[in-house]
């Protein structure tokens, strides 16, 4: 009986012992392997398998690559000019990014947007590049922001990273981020895009200038483009996305020729990048300068008199007698053969997609000499079956044709015609009457 | 043989869009009595090469907020802006700036 206690004694006591052998194994195992993870002075085994190829070059070396493990970079807007750079970003060992995007991801995206994919349609942009990103690079950090950035969190967000990326695609929100960026002493790296150019630079580095420096005042927002109404070659934000990664990169590593006070313009058209000098630090710079006037982050869409987004909004010219829906001016138009219509998008855009019979006259052309006649020669057709003649105007969404309808009911005031658009434009088409038509 | 400043007019960002779509000009400005300046070169281009909408181009006697100005790849606003003294062969780049992304 006692040899059986003794023994059943001596083996708790081994277990227990045991038992703290295996914590103690285990808490040294993690030990060694967080220091090989995350030494801030060592590189793991993995880093140098992984990151040896941009190791071995001298301006970068393990110092390099370090300092790149532990940097910290923002990305605002995950489009065509932040998927491209988040993913060299992600593959070069950059320790931890941020994403900032408000937005889903959408059909329309996947030609440039790359991160994205087909199964990623309605998914937040920030978790489906999130999720993409963790593939090429399981060991990086990604924290994601899915809300619009304003003046009420910019500054909160932006003060955790050491370096901006600005690959957002509006004005209001390129002023924010400029100041939010000299209010917290961040650089910014600055690219944009469209249709087969890009622009690039870099603010608020080293005593450089910063975006107000350039341009003080904000353009007028009908001079503003988007991506959506001009168009974009998916390659062009491609390249320029890149470039935002390297310059970035650069910054982290130190180097020198870092693009601050030149601007770097990008034609795909005429395969030529061009290198050009820009004005020096604006002492009297209303957030940079020597006495800021801004302090504090201000209105943006006020001051730029333009939403913080790329989506268009809808204007309101016409009174309801002005303007016709879709299922009255199918029943007009096609079912019944009466008026005329008149698409004002681009050439491009109509040969995309038209209602049949329709007659391509672009906006900017609409009041001219040649197009007016043109009118009414196809009036002259037929303008006596009806008293007065309507004509239809349509474009994509429903705002040019109302400017055009009042441009034609100038032009067109000694015939006795009934100028009408279409309310909510093709879309609305698509929408309501013909489903195969695409909305774009 | 030809009288006048030749120089070179280029648009990009867009702004060729107000000038026939043609992104490179060569032009010769007509001999004056004063010397050219970028400010009578914009009267001039408002005159002679604007297609449509000047107010998309130049605002008051300079150009809108959202064009720069490069006089041979450098900023105007190095160089004196609209009093810059315009030289034979110069190249003037007008750079609409881009939002898009």
Redesign the interface.
Known sequence: MDKISNLEKQIAYLQEVLRCKEEELRALQANEQHASFCSPDKLSKDDVERFSRQIIIPAIGCKGQMALKTSSILIV?V????CPAAQYLAGSGVGHIGLVDYDEVECSNLHRQLLHTEDSIGVPKVTSASIALKKLNSSLRISEYHTQLNSSNALNIVQKYDIVID?????AT?YLLNDACVLSGKPLVS?????L???LTVYNYNKGPCYRC???????P??????GD?G?LGAV?GV??VLEALEAIKIVLGCSGILSGQ?L?F?AESSAF???????RNASCDVCGENPKISHLIDYEQFCGAKAT?KDSSICLLREEQRINAPALFDSFVSKCEGLLIDVRSPEEFEMCAVPRSLNIPL?NIDEPDSVSQIITALQDKQAEQNPFPVYVVCRRGNDSQKAVLMLEKVLKDQNVAVRDLTGGLHAWARKVDSDFPIY | MTDGLQVTLEFGGGAELLFGNIKKHEVTLPVDDTPWTIRSLLTWMKDNLLKERPELFIQGDTVRPGILVLVNDADWELLGELDYKIESKDTILFISTLHGG
């Not at chain 1, 350039?214 to 007028?220: A, D, E, S, T």
């Not at chain 1, 009908?222 to 991506?227: I, Q």
């Not at chain 1, 061009?274 to 020096?280: A, D, G, M, P, Q």
């Open positions: 807007g489009g065509g000019l932040g690959a957002t695609d509006n004005v390129r690219g944009s895009a469209l249709r150019e890009g622009q350039i341009f003080p005042k904000p353009p007028p009908e001079t503003v483009t988007n991506c001009g974009v934000p320029v996305g601007l313009l034609s061009r290198n050009v000098r820009l004005r020096t790329d900017k």
